[in-house]
């Protein structure tokens, strides 16, 4: 058991980490989504163990500035890493995309052989990036290729994953529990006391911080195959 979480507020963004913090003990991942001057900047950070915001390099005022969004991975052993590698934790990355990943996919070595996947690990969750990619590469239109990476993922995931080149951040879920506050921007695999909702299964949800903050808009559909989808 994982969690992935975020939120637009520094203040808000402890408090997720601290409600998740059971449900991964293993690794912790943040990375801190900011625009500057020269576009925009993801800035992550991993490190063994359970949370804890005094071991990252950097100073709480530099790490809290209200303008950025931040996004958590609170990782549990896998059954396949039980020993921590900065490479086999969360989240993983390519040039132009970021995921974070709660749930077991039990595709993913198809998935490697099939679209010839070189940059992954033996982690389930690496070949998200490596195949939004692969599929990037002949579409051009990105909601429409998280749809079919989407489509093409069996088993469960509670799903981010982070435009690097324009800072959008997109949500999907298939069975595992994520959850929006639509007034406020933040999501999370813990449910919240007021004005959270799930994130409705084979729906991508996208928000974007710098057009209109607090705001999760569904811009795809995609097929699931997900055992707790009833019609």
Request: glycine share 8%; with cysteine; hydrophobic share 35%.
């Amino acid at each position: 058991m994982c969690a992935i979480l975020g939120s637009p507020r520094a203040t808000m963004f402890e408090i997720l980490l601290t409600a998740n913090a059971e449900r991964g003990t293993f690794s912790t991942g943040i990375s801190i989504i900011s625009k500057g001057e020269s576009g925009v900047d993801v800035d992550t950070t991993k490190f063994p163990g359970a949370l804890d915001l005094d071991r990252f390099p950097f100073s709480t005022d530099e790490m809290f500035d209200e303008e950025d969004y931040y996004i958590g991975h609170l990782q549990a052993p896998t059954s396949s890493e039980r020993e921590w590698r900065e490479k086999t934790s969360h989240p993983f990355s390519t040039t132009s995309y970021t995921s974070f990943h709660n749930g077991v996919l039990t595709n993913s070595e198809k998935l490697k052989d099939k679209y010839d996947l070189q940059d992954c690990n033996l982690v389930d969750s690496s070949v998200i990036p490596q195949l939004i990619k692969s599929f990037a590469s002949t579409m051009w239109n990105l909601h429409d290729v998280l749809a079919d990476v989407c489509g093409h993922l069996e088993g469960t995931f509670g799903l981010c994953v982070v435009d690097n080149d324009d800072g959008s951040i997109y949500l999907a879920r298939q069975g595992s529990a994520l959850f929006i506050n639509q007034s406020t921007g933040d999501f999370s695999s813990i449910k919240g006391s007021d004005g959270w909702v799930s994130v409705p299964e084979g729906k991508i949800l996208q928000y974007k911080p710098a057009e209109e903050r607090h705001k999760w808009h569904q811009v795809a559909d995609f097929k699931t195959d997900s055992p707790y989808l009833f019609l």
